[in-house]
């Protein structure tokens, strides 16, 4: 008898293939389970190990044993005319057409149920698009003097004076970004270095600077040590170094680094105006609490988060309730004020606050440059007033030269105005600035991706990738952004602002949008249940919840469940224009509520009049346009529809046809000649 027919009388064959189909089907329940609570991956690798090495014990048993009605027995043992060995094979016939019909059942819960969200299991290192990608760029020394001021030591075991020390380095830093003639790298880029143990030399390579500053800071009862030396990156020579033991008070402090910042420009050889040379020497307050309260609300100034603003107003609210005299901290108070008019309440009453608080500031101190920089804000931020912002932000920016924000803020008001290149120059040159921070490459790479320049806009994001985490909510969102706008990608869209809700409200629109796009009904409702209340109304839109339900039902549920819904927030919508006709936010909405609800005159009437008070901002001017299209759209009416489509599109800064042939409320157009006219006059470039 061949070995071939013995095998197969003693059922190995079909053993072999059932074990590799159970053990298949079991090692995906285990990952599965594995991941859920966390498990490390070496144990499922493990577990793959263990398979692998137990199929051929398995087999060697089913050679050597067989089943008989009596239980297990050595194959020699048995009788042949008492086998049941083709029962048994029967039998596992059997077990292997369960376990295949499993397999496939996995198998296709994973290619077509798995939900394109994070929580539906998308993977958390997606594959990203394959086009040309520009390596991180090593910043060289620039002809002018270049230092970068490394974070300071602290000799103490007190948080408290850690937190000290960070402040009196941010001082200086702010100090010296006041001398033209130096480029001073900013905070932001220098805090990796802290605690750090390389050398002098990389540090200095890889922030493209000449010289580095080191220094440590000690505070003991009524008195502070603070010593500080400036190096030469290239010969690791001291340049200069001085130690400052003085009485703790907040005028030595500033007079501290008043004289840092004159020691370390004389040996560079810096030349500084008698203007520069005042503001160096300017006292900010001489309450030391104050300052250290003022430099809490500093830290928080930065953050687009809601609960952080907050928190910050009421930090430099405690700073001016402990010294009223503190100009400075007034004009923080109102970049603050503003951030949150901005961002989260268009509530008028912020605004006049924040003017308030900059006139307050410069009635104590007309000087300071901090002054100009809040006004910049306050017409940007309070009224899209670019000329105005420009002009303060210039007289700011003569005063600072070095300072980072006020070349992004340049930037973001030149990018408002449709100056595209100007604005892209000015991020550049904060970039160049802050090297070793992303923020300002992922708003050069937003920036290049509005205007439809993909590749260029990969590069960028490529780039902050190199310089952030991967959980950096605003890279994540942007990514989101490009999915959607390359290639119209809404799986990896959705993955992407799952991971970004935190960064600012638009992302809670667009993962809501990316649903609808699907066609995902549950997960659309999902998306507006999770809206936060406070990220409803906010300055580039203004929804009710009743009104996202209703037009996700419109759109791809139960039409009959939307009506009730919609006619909610056409009361809303109403009642509040009544007493604020000119709110555009709103009447965008109500706009797309009536041509849900098929009020077609009611809805070509709200659209012109939103038209009639649209925001003057070119960076999402065609947003605007797109989003008001929905309403005529779904009222019927195609030509106001195509006609508000063709001015989107015209712009060249916004949404694409990917936009298009993804947004429901544009289904019945699709069929139209006007449509495939928008296709040949707007083609986006293949992925």
Same mark, same amino acid.
């Given at each position: ?114 939900? /394109? ?6 993977? +958390? ?19 002018? /003097? ?54 002098? /030399? ?8 000449? +010289? ?5 800071? =000690? ?91 907050? +928190? ?62 809040? =006004? ?312």
């Amino acid at each position: 008898m061949s070995l071939f027919v013995e095998l197969k009388r003693r059922n190995v064959f079909r053993v072999g293939i059932a074990y590799l189909l159970g053990g298949w089907v079991l090692l995906q329940g285990a990952d599965f389970a594995l991941d859920v609570v966390g498990a490390p991956d070496w144990i499922i690798q493990a577990l793959v190990v263990l398979a692998i090495v137990g199929l051929p014990a398995v087999l060697i048993f089913a050679w050597v044993f067989e089943m008989t009605p009596e239980g297990l027995k050595r194959e020699k043992d048995v009788v042949r005319g008492s086998s049941i060995a083709p029962q048994t094979g029967r039998r596992l016939d059997r077990v292997i057409i369960a376990f295949l019909v499993v397999a496939v059942g996995v198998l296709l819960v994973d290619r077509f149920m798995a939900g /394109p969200g994070p929580a539906q299991g998308l993977p +958390t290192e997606p594959a990203v698009p394959t086009v040309p990608v520009e390596a991180v760029q090593t910043p060289t020394a620039a002809d002018r /003097p270049s230092v970068a001021v490394l974070p300071f030591a602290f000799r103490s075991t007190n948080p408290e004076d850690e937190f000290f020390a960070e402040g009196i380095h941010d001082d200086l830093l702010t100090q010296l970004a006041k001398i033209g003639s130096l480029k001073v790298i900013s905070r932001t880029s220098v805090m990796e270095y802290k605690d750090t143990t390389k050398k002098i /030399p990389d540090i200095a390579r890889e922030l493209g600077v000449a +010289t580095i500053v080191e220094g440590g800071v =000690q505070r003991s009862g009524s008195r502070v040590r603070i010593n500080a030396q400036l190096i030469d990156a290239d010969s690791d020579e001291h340049l200069w170094a001085e130690t400052f033991n003085r009485e703790l008070t907040a005028e030595n402090l500033f007079e501290i680094q008043a004289e840092i910042s004159l020691a370390i420009a004389d040996a560079l050889q810096a030349t500084l105006s008698p203007e520069e040379e005042a503001q160096i020497g300017r006292v900010l307050t001489d309450d030391l609490q104050a300052w250290e309260s003022y430099q809490r609300a500093l830290r928080l100034r930065d953050s687009a988060s809601s609960d952080r603003i907050v +928190t910050g107003l009421a930090e430099i609210e405690h700073t001016l309730s402990l010294d009223p005299g503190f100009a400075a901290a007034w004009s923080l108070k109102a970049i603050m004020l503003l951030q949150r008019f901005w961002f989260y309440d268009p509530d008028p009453a912020l605004r006049d606050q924040a003017l308030a608080a900059i006139d307050r500031g410069r009635s104590l101190d007309a000087a300071l440059p901090e002054h100009d920089i809040a =006004q910049g804000y306050y017409h940007y931020w309070g009224f899209l007033d670019y000329e105005r912002a420009l002009a303060a932000l210039d007289r700011a920016l003569a005063a600072m030269p070095g300072n980072t924000r006020i070349h992004e803020a340049r930037a973001y008001v030149l990018r408002r105005q449709g100056h595209f290149d100007q604005a892209l120059d000015s991020l550049r040159k904060a970039s160049e600035l802050s090297p070793r921070q992303g923020n300002d490459v992922v708003e050069i790479g937003s920036t290049l991706l509005s205007l439809g320049r993909f590749d260029e806009a990969w590069q960028a994001f490529e780039k902050a990738r190199g310089l952030m985490s991967e959980d950096n909510q605003t890279l994540m969102a942007n990514l989101g952004d490009y999915s959607l706008w390359r290639s119209g990608d809404t799986r990896m869209a959705r993955y992407y602002y799952g991971r970004a809700l935190g960064a600012y409200p638009d992302v809670f629109q667009n993962l809501w949008l990316a649903t609808l796009g699907d066609r995902d009904l549950p997960a659309a409702l999902q998306a507006v249940e999770n809206w936060p209340e406070n990220m409803l109304e906010v300055r580039i839109f203004h929804f009710t919840r009743p009104m996202l339900r209703g037009l996700t039902e419109h759109l791809i549920g139960d039409r009959s469940q939307a009506r009730a819904p919609l006619l909610d927030a056409e009361q809303y919508f109403l009642a509040l224009l009544a007493n604020a006709p000119a709110n555009f936010t709103a009447l965008k909405s109500l706009c797309q509520v009536q041509g849900a609800l098929g009020r077609r005159q009611e809805a070509g009437a709200t659209c012109r009049a939103a038209g009639d008070h649209l925001p003057d901002d070119a960076f999402i001017r065609a947003n605007h346009l797109f989003q008001l299209a929905v309403g005529p759209a779904l009222a019927g009416d195609t030509e106001h529809a195509f006609e508000l489509l063709n001015a989107s599109l015209a712009l060249g800064c916004g949404p694409s046809m990917h936009h298009l042939h993804l947004h429901p409320a544009f289904d019945a157009l699709r069929p139209l000649p006007a449509y495939a006219e928008l296709e040949r006059r707007y083609p986006v470039p293949p992925p």
